[in-house]
């Protein structure tokens, strides 16, 4: 078991980074394809299904994969533990698959799934499944230190994928139910090579043993205790997700679905890099938990994240400033009516960077309780906002369509991350006010970077044809310039001290000489 602790966790970090890295350039081809390929209703489809489906797998999971992402860091050598949840999780993909089955007997599903075919539900709610397995696993890997090998197993994942989107593309074979086997064939593969790394690692993972009826009572109990703050949480946050997403298919219909998947996503690209810091944040508070180490849990806190954040500002706030050369680029015209709501959501990935990185420390401390009730309050608020938004004018709504949703997920999130970030200051004994001043300074700077790069490029040659490509990478270059100019004179925006910037160019300089 010596394997499980070799990595540290900068060399974790930085391995999930480089798959991160990867898994952008690869997810930016595959997107770009897949949009092109399917266009905006066909996207829209696929986009409200899987959503759905991601919904009800969240909402029965109920919180236990996160506790057993944090209990299996602290106990890596209990091996009865990954077996008790292996038939959980069959048990949730079984009731997924009921749940789509008794639903045409009664004819709901034409009012829960409104204009789509049985088949695509049929295939969403598989992918659902194992979309859910895959997340666990990963997680798997990093409880039990294997996240260098399982990174390597996701970057042959993602280029894999990618060579087999563009053989649909260029076949004119990428339309719904292709894409959906395709998603099948790509997570399979990741769940055969993670099992394989685990086994290859000495761990055991025989799941057709039997374990006692005393051990299982005592896993479903010591789960419960720890997730059954969340159940609340997660049936809420299941109806609510749902509610928001029928809302906009069943008052905007299958092109504003697609537009709003659209803009979802190309936030999500900006939350690749630290999104992967998440589970690894999560087990190094943890075990400091467990030590009772609240000095390291708060120094690990103020050290990542607003370095963290500031990354996700420094894609964030460019993109939102290039949304429409951004649409180009992946969309192309079909998806020009996207751009308000590619500029709203591109600032959405800066509040998921606080909400994961502030709420791993709540449930590594088990702050379960806190978190649900901080979740359900604004989860609860958001629906009249939501219905407010999206609704036909003679409903009393706006008719904002996937624009109406945009505003409420970034308004709303900001709210509640910062209720977070509060409580998670009491705790572990920071300044709260400098972290909400170092939130909206970071954005205003980059924003501002980028109006002035993108509007002097724009002067300087045309943003249409073959040329919107090379004007996005050169306002890249220069807003990379600049935001690298800002940081050196002000580190506080990386939540850096001067003498961390000077320790970092000195690094450079001895790596430079080594070149």
């Known amino acids: 078991m010596e394997t499980m602790r070799a990595d540290s966790l900068k060399k974790r970090y930085l391995f999930k980074v480089a798959t991160s890295l990867v898994g952008m350039v690869c997810s930016f081809v595959t997107y770009a394809l897949i949009l092109r390929g399917l266009g905006p209703k066909a996207y829209g489809d696929f986009n409200f299904l899987t959503g759905f489906f991601t919904q009800i797998v969240g909402f029965l ?23 008790f949840y292996f038939w959980f999780a069959m048990a949730v993909s079984l009731a997924v698959m009921i749940f789509v089955v008794l639903t045409q007997p009664f004819s709901t599903h034409q009012w829960i799934w409104p204009g789509q075919q049985m088949l695509y539900v049929y295939l969403a709610a598989l992918w659902g499944i194992l979309m859910w397995f895959n997340q666990v696993l990963i997680q798997m890997g990093d409880a039990y230190g294997l996240t260098v090998v399982t990174e390597v197993g996701r970057m ?19 339309q719904l139910t292709n894409l959906f086997l395709y998603n099948y064939f790509i997570f399979a593969f990741l769940i055969i090579i993670i099992l394989w790394i685990m086994r290859k690692s000495n761990l055991s993972l025989r799941f057709n043993i039997i374990i ?21 949480y997660a049936l809420i946050g299941a109806l609510v997700g749902i509610f928001d997403r029928w809302m906009l298919q069943y008052c905007a ?12 996503q190309i936030g999500a690209f900006c939350f690749l890099i630290t999104g992967a810091m998440t589970p690894l944040l999560t087990r190094e508070f943890a075990i400091a938990f467990a030590q009772k180490d609240l000095s390291l849990m708060s120094t690990l806190f103020r050290r990542y994240i607003p370095l963290l954040y500031s990354v996700v500002a420094y894609f964030s706030c460019f993109l939102a400033v290039q949304a429409h050369k951004v649409i180009y680029i992946f969309g192309g015209r079909n998806f020009s009516g996207a ?5 709203i959501m591109a600032l959405y990935p800066l509040l998921q960077t606080y909400g994961q990185l502030s709420g791993s420390v709540f449930f590594a401390t088990g702050q379960t309780r806190l978190y649900r009730n901080i979740g359900v309050a604004f989860m609860l608020l958001g629906v009249p906002v939501t219905y407010f938004l999206i609704a036909h004018r003679d409903s009393g ?57 993108t509007l002097g490029v724009d002067k300087m040659m045309l943003s249409s044809g073959d040329k919107v490509i090379f004007g996005f990478l050169l ?16 580190p506080a925006l990386l939540g850096l001290h001067r003498k961390d910037m000077e320790s970092l160019v000195q690094l450079v300089r001895e790596k430079w000489r080594l070149i």
């Open 212 to 232: 006692s009826l005393n051990q299982v009572r005592a896993y479903i109990k010591e789960f419960y205790e720890y997730s059954h703050p969340l159940l609340t």
């Open 397 to 453: 709504g706006l008719d904002a369509g996937a624009t109406g949703l945009a505003v409420k997920m970034v308004l709303l999130q900001f709210i509640a991350v910062n209720v977070m970030t509060y409580f998670n200051s009491r705790l572990l004994r920071f300044r709260y006010w400098r972290y909400l001043g170092h939130q909206i300074g970071c954005v205003g700077c980059f924003l501002a970077l980028a109006v002035i790069v």
């Open 339 to 343: 751009y308000s709501v590619v500029v």
């Open 475 to 490: 306002a890249g270059a220069l807003y990379t310039l600049a935001v690298g100019v800002l940081i050196y004179f002000q």
């Open 253 to 264: 219909g299958s092109i504003e679905q697609g537009f709003y998947g659209f803009s979802y």
């Open 156 to 174: 042959l994942q993602r280029v894999i994928g990618l060579i087999l989107i563009v053989i649909l593309f260029w076949l004119h074979e990428l």
């Open 61 to 83: 999971d109920m919180g236990t994969s996160l506790g057993f992402y944090t209990k299996l860091s602290q106990r890596p050598q209990e091996s009865s533990m990954v077996q």
